[in-house]
Each structure stands twice: as C-alpha cells, then as structure tokens.
C-alpha cells in the first residue's frame, strides 16, 4: 500500500517537471526472479525514475542504494526501498552488498525484485565520463545468476518549455565464469556507454519510432499558446474565406 502512494506521487512529480516520459530499447528481461538494473546518474530524479519504471512499466517490486548523505537529506526514499553505506570503508560496502544480495533473495527464485544501482557511485554532470565503481561488480558475484541490465538515461530540452525524459533498455548482462571483478566492471561500463550512444544517436536523428511515450506531463506554454493562436487562425481563415466567395 506505502509503494502505491509513493509511486501516485513519484508520477505526478513527473508529470509536473516534464512533458513526456519515453522508454525504449530492448524488452525487460522475460520471466520471473531477480534482477539489477546499472543506470547513469546525472540528476536527483533517477531515483524517482526508478520507482516509475519498477511499478509503473516493468511492475516490480523496486529497491535502490544510495550515498548514505543522500539518504540522510532525502528521508523518504528508505520508505520506496533505497538503503546505503555511510561511508565508503570497504566494510561498509560489503555490509551494502550482502544486504541487497538478501533483500533481491529474500522473496524466493520467483520474487519479482529488481536492485537499481548507480555504479558511478555519485551525482555527475550529464555528460561526465563513464567510470564504475566495484560496487556492481560485487553485487554480481555474491548473484551470479541474477542478469544487470543496463539502463541509459538522459534530459533533454527539445521543442517544449519542460525537458523530455528519455530511457532506453539494453540487454542483459551476466558475470562470466572466473571473470575478474575488474575486469567485469569495465565490460558494465562498455555496455553502459553503447546505449548511451545509442540513445543520443536516436535523439541526435531524432529517431524515435522505436520509443513509446509512457507518461504525458502538464501542457506546456508552447503548447497553449499553438493551440490558443491556432484556432485565431483557422477561425480567421474561415472568415476571410467567407468574405472571399461572398465577394463572387
């Protein structure tokens, strides 16, 4: 019941900041069971990303890690699941790790539960470099059957007054047998990037077919301004157009 109002009020959040909300890419991956999601982290609302796609589209029961500041300042996201270290010290990432590793488990081999991660480990500026921390790495090896799907997101101001949400889905990821977490970190980043790249192409070319609109926001100025001044207009044409064959 508590996600529910959370989640009610995560969407009218959206809907007040921005003018749509799109999703694309690949389909969440099929069946049942556990899943991580790695996301880029360019804005205080990925989080409140998250909890939409989680309930809203992919209908799952949704938990996230935190900088442990950031949960101090914003309270309310423990309520929709968040949790974190309060310190960087490696016994305090461990604990993190082997706590989502219980939560992602603690509901059986069919649990719809998805852990979202920020990997970079910080709020970047939108177009920062790519660069992981261990934490993902970890998480896959204490679950090395549950699938990381990569997850890029992006802002964007185009022909409206409130910014766009553009989020696309990308394949699943698995650890490799024996694969170093090193090793396994960079091929996360790699992955990330694709469709990062892929998702700024589309914008670039403004190639959207392969998008839905999942979430419309409030009209914006544009908006009412084309629909308020479009009709002057077709009302205008209608009477010069009257006057024209009246004239004949």
């Known amino acids: 019941m508590l996600e529910r109002v959370y989640a009610l009020y995560g969407r009218r959040l959206l809907r007040r900041a921005f003018a749509r909300v799109w999703i694309g890419g690949a389909p969440w991956p099929p069946g049942d069971g556990p899943s991580i999601a790695f996301l880029n982290h360019s804005a205080w ?37 968040c949790f974190g270290a309060s310190t960087d010290g490696i016994e305090d990432v461990r604990a ?14 069919d649990a719809r539960r998805t852990l979202w991660i920020f990997p970079q480990g910080e709020l970047l500026p939108h177009r920062a470099p790519l660069v992981f921390r261990s934490g993902a790495a970890r ?23 409130r910014p766009e949400l553009f989020a696309r889905v990308g394949e699943a990821v698995r650890l490799a047998a024996r694969e170093p977490p090193a090793q396994f970190t960079r091929r996360l980043e790699h992955r990330l990037r694709q ?11 403004s190639s959207l077919a392969h998008y839905r609109v999942t979430l419309e926001g409030r009209g914006s100025l544009h908006a009412l301004y084309d629909r308020t ?20």
């Open 45 to 81: 609302w990925d989080p409140v990303l998250t909890l939409y796609l989680s309930h809203d589209l992919f209908r799952r029961d949704g938990y996230g890690i935190m900088q442990g500041a950031q949960l101090e300042r914003y309270p309310f996201f423990r309520r929709i699941g």
């Open 195 to 205: 469709e990062l790249a892929l998702l700024d192409g589309d914008l670039e070319r």
């Open 139 to 161: 998480f896959a090896r204490l679950l090395p059957e549950v699938p990381l799907v990569p997850v890029a997101v992006r802002y964007e101001f185009r022909s409206e007054q």
């Open 96 to 109: 993190v790790a082997a706590h989502a590793a219980a939560v992602l488990q603690g509901g059986g081999p």
């Open 229 to 248: 001044f479009g009709r002057f207009g077709a009302v205008r044409g209608q009477r010069r157009s009257a006057r024209g064959e009246g004239g004949r």
